[in-house]
Structure formats: structure tokens, C-alpha cells
């Protein structure tokens, strides 16, 4: 009897997760995400499923998906609750970044201690006074000086593209801009973007489709 059960249910679970995607489907990404790559993988989810409804929540912050009633979250940082999945969506780097109109009139640093002699803007969320960089060999500490902070990568991109001066930004916020990337062989830290959503049986059919459709649009397909 029980056999026949499991049967029943499983067959119930696949017919489920084979459905076409339809209703609300809720998304949390932090602010940078939400107003950079975000908008397009949506458009192109609701133009492909048309019985589908989406909510972002823009938080950053780490949400209680369960809690919040949240199907899909796409975060970077890693992952501490083991009744969650996690799926790999993107790596990014941190870097340096400017205008070209500021490199124009203010040069281009050739070596990360050049980086004093520059308008740095600080990014207290991702470092303090001192600022480490990597490369393939070494790791060097500088203390470039900054008159202006800024504490969110969304807004520090639009600082940047005014040419204000030279600073740290996720490369996923600077594609697609016209911000050139300083000291490409250094980086101040490396990740990756993954799609977190409650661990079950089997995936949503909405959530199978979006996180198909946001790997489409990364991979540039039609």
C-alpha cells in the first residue's frame, strides 16, 4: 500500500514540475543585482511565460526565504542554511573601475601605488582605509587617500560613469557601460552570483523556468 503511495505521489511531483510556469513567482536580489542584470532575465521570463506574475524584493540583506514566502533568491554570499539549495549562476570579480573621460584628464594608474595620486572612491562596504589587491603572484596593501565614500555599488556606478574618480565595482555592474577597468590584473576579491531557493522534492516549474531563462540571457541566447 505504501508503494502504491509513493508511486501516486511521485507521479503527482512530476506532473507538477512538468507544468507550464504560471502565478506569482517571488525574487529577492540585493540592490546591485536588481538594478543591473535583474530587469532584462525578467522581461525575457514574462514575455516566454505569459500566466506567470514576478516580485522582486530588492534587500540587502541575507531574507528568510521560508519565512517571507520566497521562491528564488540570487546572492553571493555563501551558503549557512543547509534546508536551502544552491545553484551557480555567474562568477564576478571585484575590481577597479573609471570613466574614460577621468583617465583622459587624469591618467591611467600603470601599478596599484599610482592609485595615491588619484581621486579613489571609498567603498566602506567593501574596504576600509586600506585598500588589498591581487594579482596571479603577489598581494600588495596601499592606502590610496578618498574624499568621497560611497556605500552602495548601484550608486557608486553612476558616480563612476560622471567621472568622479577611480573605484571599486562588481564587474557585472560595469558590463555593458562605458567604465573601463584600472589595473585589470588586479583584483580586490572574486565570487560567484548562485540562485538559492527552498530544498524539496522537486523544483517549481516557475522556478525551473526562471533560473532557465537567467541562464539564457548569461549566455546570450534567443
Request: aromatic content about 8%.
Amino acid at each position: 500500500m505504501r508503494g502504491l503511495e509513493e508511486i501516486e505521489t511521485a507521479e503527482a511531483e512530476l506532473s507538477l514540475s512538468a507544468a507550464e510556469p504560471r502565478g506569482l513567482l517571488r525574487i529577492t536580489a540585493p540592490g546591485d543585482v536588481a538594478h543591473g542584470m535583474l530587469p532584462p532575465i525578467v522581461s525575457r521570463f514574462m514575455a516566454r511565460f505569459p500566466r506567470t506574475r514576478v516580485e522582486v524584493v530588492v534587500a540587502n540583506r541575507v531574507v528568510d526565504l521560508l519565512a517571507e514566502g520566497i521562491h528564488l533568491a540570487i546572492r553571493a554570499a555563501p551558503l549557512r542554511d543547509s534546508s536551502l539549495v544552491a545553484r551557480k549562476f555567474m562568477p564576478f570579480s571585484v575590481g577597479l573601475w573609471a570613466s574614460r573621460g577621468y583617465l583622459q584628464s587624469k591618467g591611467t594608474p600603470k601599478t596599484p601605488a599610482d592609485l595615491e595620486d588619484h581621486a579613489y572612491l571609498l567603498f566602506p562596504r567593501f574596504s576600509t582605509q586600506t585598500l588589498r589587491l591581487a594579482d596571479a603572484r603577489s598581494r600588495i596593501e596601499i592606502k590610496p587617500a578618498g574624499r568621497l565614500a560611497v556605500d552602495d555599488p548601484g550608486t557608486m556606478r553612476i558616480v563612476l560613469l560622471r567621472g568622479e574618480g577611480i573605484g571599486l565595482l562588481p564587474d557585472y555592474l560595469a558590463r555593458d557601460t562605458p567604465l573601463v577597468r584600472v589595473l585589470p590584473k588586479w583584483t580586490w576579491m572574486s565570487g560567484a552570483l548562485s540562485f538559492v531557493y527552498p530544498g524539496q522534492r522537486f523544483v517549481p516549474a516557475n522556478v525551473r523556468a526562471f533560473i532557465d531563462t537567467a541562464l539564457a540571457v548569461r549566455d546570450g541566447a534567443s
